[in-house]
């Protein structure tokens, strides 16, 4: 479950790194990047399974996690690109209320010139 966010994450500063010097990514393995981005980036995420470590452990110094439940959807939005999400926060678990400010696009593109995949969050608002 922690592999799709750490993957994203990774992405999510790509645009920002350099590549070790000498390395350049081949096209077909930044293609394959987004292949796997669009399989594992989809679906149902929650903050419970991090609350319930916390009061088996003890809580953090700054108090329990709030508990919330996030989903990400690949949608077909052609205009934008061809690896396009729609995702969103809901606060107090899966049927709790859209988080204002959390209903965002995320475009994967991948920079040629950088040789890195990035994934852009957008605002829906």
């Known amino acids: 479950m922690l592999k799709p966010l750490i ?9 920002t790194a350099h590549a070790a010097p000498g390395f350049a990514p081949y096209r077909q393995e930044l293609n394959d ?8 980036l989809p ?29 990400i959807a690949r949608i077909d939005a052609p205009q934008l690109g061809p690896y ?14 859209i988080t204002d400010g959390q209903q ?9 010139k950088g040789g890195v995949v990035n994934l852009k969050e957008f605002s829906c608002l």
């Not at 990047?33 to 594992?40: M, V, Y």
């Not at 396009?84 to 049927?95: I, K, M, N, Q, S």
């Not at 965002?104 to 040629?112: C, G, K, P, W």
């Open 43 to 71: 679906g149902n995420w929650d903050s419970y399974p991090q609350i319930a470590l916390g009061r088996t452990l003890g809580p953090p110094a700054e108090g329990e996690h709030e508990l919330w439940h996030r989903v």
């Open 84 to 97: 396009v999400f729609y995702g969103e926060l809901h606060g107090e678990g899966r049927d709790g209320p």
């Open 104 to 112: 965002v696009l995320y475009i994967a593109t991948i920079d040629d």
């Open 7 to 15: 993957f994203v994450v990774a992405l999510a500063f790509a645009g």
């Open 33 to 40: 990047i987004l292949t796997d981005l669009a399989a594992w």
